[in-house]
């Protein structure tokens, strides 16, 4: 069941911070929800497997704060639990369930903490969760019902590669996951489900900054906008201010039914897109704002991108290319593959637009049509703007309405053979009989060698 959330956020601070708090020793120890229960001296209470915290709770340097199956659910209103050294979830039963309320959510913060697993859990009502300079994974374990009172996302990573495996997001206020782009992280985002966060249009469910010496790995994802009010954008990588050298692997997700699915901009940014679907991302009432399945925005031309094997269909448009950028969908000798049709608006077909001076390889890609003119009229370039860049488009998969020669007809050491598959043949010997696609520069002509 969907929850309106307040539009006034930032108007009162977390009741955390007038509460008292608890530390840990320091010294080594490991400390169950029954051990703090001893420990605390009231700030942490029992009733048979259910634990509530009262105050503020600090695990610091060098302790350990293990939850196990002596435990079945955590109470924790208005409550921030900081670790600065570890969380260990050893969870082989039900899931644990840490709770805050709609009007006091807890909120928590990992700062240089290290060996932190929190696996196997159920959280709702939160206010976020901040991530800094700190190594943890999130394992299996579900997000619902936060706010962005304590930060701008579930979890907001800083300076820090978390990973964040098979996990649920839903009907959060706020982003899935953020970084800031005053910071550097490169997230492990891997086979996790998202729907319906964010109850703002002009936030991604994930939503990062700059990315770290690693790279930055989105791989598996379900990404749904779905929102009764609200649709809003799949995933956004952003350096706008040219922060060390970000790469991005987005590999294997599905992001659907939002305002738009992919968005890279700014500078400095390497990409590989490779096996996702991009569909129905037309949830934007101004084609001007949005509404790209993929949208690479460059402010320099080291805004680096290459795509293959991607279904791209029921967008607003297809394939946005804006200012500078390095964008490459397919060359004469490996194949884009990517499926790129049906995407459009105001009753035109907007399959790729290059609204930049760059040009564009887009060699080996189905269009969902066989014509050449059918899909040059798909495509947004230099043909049809004199001061934009050329996409290169011949040959494309099923492209059939080519001239046929004979062998004959050509000296095949001077031009560029493919199969119809999209493999290069390199000399005469290896014609075997079937069908080829000779490409002369711009041209394509088809052989059959019998």
Same mark, same amino acid.
């Given at each position: 069941m969907k929850r309106l959330f307040p539009i006034l956020l930032l108007i009162i601070g977390l009741s955390t911070s007038l509460n008292a708090q608890w530390t840990s020793s320091g010294n080594?120890?490991?400390?169950?929800?029954? *051990?703090?229960?001893?420990?605390? *001296?009231?700030?942490?209470? #029992? +009733?048979?497997?259910?634990?509530?915290?009262?105050? *503020?709770?600090?695990?610091?340097?060098?302790?350990?704060?293990?939850?196990?199956? #002596?435990?079945?659910?955590?109470?924790?209103?208005?409550?921030?639990?900081?670790?600065?050294?570890?969380?260990?979830?050893?969870?082989?039963?039900?899931?644990?369930?840490?709770?805050?309320?709609?009007? #006091?959510?807890?909120?928590?913060?990992?700062?240089?903490?290290?060996?932190?697993?929190?696996?196997?859990?159920?959280?709702?009502?939160?206010?976020?969760?901040?991530?800094? +300079?700190?190594?943890?994974?999130? *394992?299996?374990?579900?997000?619902?019902?936060?706010?962005?009172?304590?930060?701008?996302?579930?979890?907001?990573?800083?300076?820090?590669?978390?990973?964040?495996?098979?996990?649920?997001?839903?009907?959060?206020?706020?982003?899935?996951?953020?970084?800031?782009?005053?910071?550097q992280a490169s997230p492990q985002i891997l086979n996790c489900e998202l729907d319906a966060n964010v109850n703002s249009l002009n936030v991604p469910q994930i939503n990062l900054g700059p990315g770290g010496d690693d790279t930055i790995r989105i791989v598996g994802n379900n990404i749904h906008g779905t929102w009764a009010t609200f649709h809003t954008g799949g995933v956004s990588v952003a350096d706008l201010m040219g922060v060390g050298n970000t790469k991005v692997l987005l590999k294997n997700n599905t992001i659907k039914d939002g305002r738009y699915g992919y968005n890279q901009q700014g500078q400095t940014i390497s990409s590989v897109i490779t096996g996702n679907q991009f569909i129905d991302n037309n949830h934007e009432s101004d084609p001007m704002n949005g509404g790209s399945g993929i949208s690479i925005y460059g402010t320099s031309t080291n805004n680096k991108a290459i795509l293959r094997n991607n279904l791209i269909t029921g967008n607003l448009w297809g394939i946005t290319a804006i200012y500078y950028h390095d964008i490459n969908l397919g060359t004469e000798d490996d194949w884009g593959h990517n499926v790129i049709h049906d995407n459009g608006n105001g009753g035109v077909i907007y399959d790729l637009y290059n609204n930049a001076n760059c040009d564009i390889m887009a060699v080996g890609n189905d269009w969902g049509i066989t014509q050449e003119s059918e899909v040059e009229d798909h495509i947004f370039h230099q043909v049809d703007d004199p001061s934009l860049g050329l996409v290169t488009f011949l040959p494309f998969v099923g492209y059939d309405q080519i001239e046929e020669i004979t062998a004959s007809d050509i000296d095949l050491t001077k031009v560029d053979i493919y199969t119809i598959t999209g493999q290069r043949v390199h000399n005469s010997e290896s014609l075997k009989p079937g069908i080829y696609i000779v490409l002369f520069q711009q041209n394509a002509k088809k052989l059959i060698i019998k």
């Open positions: 080594g120890t490991t400390y169950t929800l029954p *051990d703090l229960v001893a420990a605390t *001296d009231g700030v942490v209470t #029992q +009733e048979g497997t259910v634990f509530t915290i009262h105050e *503020d709770l600090t695990i610091t340097t060098n302790d350990v704060l293990l939850i196990n199956n #002596q435990v079945s659910r955590i109470d924790a209103p208005g409550v921030l639990i900081t670790v600065n050294g570890s969380l260990t979830c050893n969870i082989t039963g039900d899931r644990v369930k840490l709770y805050g309320t709609e009007s #006091q959510p807890f909120s928590m913060r990992f700062e240089n903490a290290t060996n932190c697993l929190m696996r196997k859990m159920y959280l709702s009502d939160g206010a976020g969760i901040k991530v800094i +300079e700190s190594d943890i994974t999130f *394992d299996d374990v579900k997000f619902v019902y936060f706010t962005t009172d304590y930060c701008h996302a579930v979890i907001d990573i800083f300076n820090c590669s978390p990973v964040v495996n098979d996990c649920y997001f839903m009907l959060n206020e706020g982003s899935a996951i953020s970084s800031p782009a005053n910071g």
